[in-house]
């Protein structure tokens, strides 16, 4: 089997399905230099992870907390359409009308 | 019409001055729900959105939109499901979309030879590593991007295909190249003695 460094990067991270990683696997045995690249990209890896997130300090936190409680709440947007709105006010208005009627015949 | 005012604030469909409609409480539910699950990913966002623009002012800008535009849409984000890969595919959106035009510039391609590609006031922000962080800074922008999403934010290629919205062998053909590029870059920066006694041990 010919070298393929693609595959070997996949095979670094376990993301090759069975017979890939296997064909991978018995190329490493027998390819000094594709054992060369998975050893220095496993060592990479291993720096890449423990890398220290830069971080700019806490006011930052703080800036972002500010920014999102300025924002309108999703569930704030009228999520009820304009037209069932005035469908609603003008049932309102109606009941609000016969009730008035009703207290007037009682009367 | 007070009458009717009346009668839509007691079915609640009215709630503050802006006449706005929401169930009582879900609100505070939501933002607390948003402060206990997407907040905590600030730090690690934070780190991406700096690697990705290369500096402190851009770095703040696309991180406060996307979390901005995940509480927008965090309504419509399914609790328990993988809530950073849905932050960092937010995150990646926005920094393609609004950002791209603004980070994009010549001083960005700088070789590691010739100094840092970014400030150097800049360097305060990292604690260690600022070796391979001038080499990472210093890949091109996709290869970079892929490199942080695996190596140092561990995402798998199945999520990293998924923030990044590109099939999973281009996702394993950019982490192929940017490690490539990266040793490249770390192997030209080491000091010229270490070199000669490598080059002496392989003579």
């Known amino acids: ?107 | 019409m007070s009458t009717a005012v009346d009668a839509m604030s007691r079915v609640g469909v009215l709630s503050g001055a802006e006449g706005g409609v929401r169930e009582a409480g879900a609100e505070e539910r939501l933002r607390r729900r948003f402060e206990t699950e997407a907040l905590p990913h600030l730090r690690s966002l934070y780190g991406t959105a700096y690697r990705m623009t290369r500096n402190a002012h851009d770095a703040e800008d696309l991180v406060q939109e996307t979390l901005l535009r995940a509480f927008r849409a965090f309504d419509g984000y399914a609790p328990g499901t993988n809530i950073r890969a849905w932050l960092y595919t937010i995150l990646h959106r926005v920094s393609t979309d609004a950002f791209r035009k603004k980070t994009r510039s010549p001083k960005t391609v700088d070789l590691p030879e010739h100094g840092p590609a970014r400030p150097p006031e800049q360097e305060a922000l990292f604690q260690g590593g600022e070796e391979i962080e001038r080499a990472l800074s210093a890949l091109p922008e996709a290869f970079r991007t892929a490199v942080v999403l695996r190596d140092v934010q561990d995402f798998t290629y199945d999520e990293i295909a998924r923030i990044v919205d590109v099939p999973i062998g281009t996702v394993m053909s950019r982490i192929h190249r940017g490690r490539a590029l990266l040793r490249q870059a770390l192997e030209a920066m080491r000091p010229v003695d270490r070199r000669r006694a490598r080059l002496e041990e392989v003579m």
Do not use: K, M
């Open chain 1, 1 to 107: 089997v010919s070298c393929n460094p693609e595959q070997v990067t996949g095979f670094v991270d376990g993301a090759l399905d069975a017979p890939a990683a296997e064909a991978v696997q018995g190329h490493l045995s027998a390819c000094a230099v594709c054992r060369g690249q998975a050893a220095a990209e496993r060592s990479l890896r291993a720096r890449l992870l423990e890398l220290e997130a830069p971080w700019p300090g806490e006011a930052l936190r703080g800036r972002i907390r500010a920014a999102l409680a300025a924002e309108p709440h999703p569930l704030d947007e009228p999520s009820i359409p304009a037209p069932w709105l005035l469908a609603l006010a003008a049932g309102a208005g109606l009941i609000g009308a016969l009730t008035l009627r009703a207290q007037v015949r009682t009367h």
